[in-house]
């Protein structure tokens, strides 16, 4: 009985030493879940009050896009941008929903562009694209972060 107390005890002193694991350090730790995270997709996409019903994920990132692409037009559709350039029927701006729920838009033309006074167009946008209704941020990890995306806008010919 002594000689098999002696050989567990004997066992268990040796064997500690396999059983230790290196414990990573802060630093190591982060750069590990730094890699992990992918940083082109959001958790949440940006949402608007009357978004905020559905729970499939899908279903509230296109009612909010289908939402935005609605109100702009609708803000654009008052204005003379089709009296001014009845060749344009489409354009695409790019939306910034920053982390403290603002908005940025900004028209993108394509390169080659010099049919369009650019400025104009711009100048215009920025002055019917106020008072827009409340967007919430999208969420990566629990915080609000700044998102991008860019829509097809039809301007619409009276």
């Given at each position: 009985m002594k000689r098999a107390l002696a050989l567990a005890l004997l066992t268990v002193c040796f064997s500690c030493q396999y059983l230790e694991k290196k414990v990573p350090s802060e630093q190591e730790l982060l750069e590990q879940q730094l890699k992990e995270i992918n940083w082109k997709e959001v958790d949440e996409y940006p949402s608007v009050s009357d978004c905020e019903t559905l729970t499939d994920a899908n279903l509230r990132k296109q009612c909010f896009f289908d939402f935005l692409t609605a109100t702009i037009e609708q803000k654009?559709?008052?204005?003379?941008?089709?009296?001014?350039?009845?060749?344009?029927?489409?354009?695409?701006?790019?939306?910034?929903?920053?982390?403290?729920?603002?908005?940025?838009?900004?028209?993108?033309?394509?390169?080659?562009?010099?049919?369009y006074d650019t400025i104009k167009i711009d100048s215009i946008l920025r002055a019917r694209?106020?008072?827009?209704?409340?967007?919430?941020?999208?969420?990566?990890?629990?915080?609000?972060?700044?998102?991008?995306?860019?829509?097809?806008?039809i301007i619409k010919q009276e």
């Open positions: 654009l559709a008052v204005d003379t941008l089709a009296t001014m350039f009845p060749k344009l029927d489409t354009i695409e701006v790019r939306v910034t929903v920053l982390p403290d729920a603002t908005l940025e838009f900004k028209p993108e033309f394509p390169k080659d562009s010099v049919a694209l106020v008072d827009f209704p409340k967007v919430n941020p999208a969420i990566k990890r629990g915080i609000p972060v700044k998102t991008q995306f860019v829509l097809p806008v």
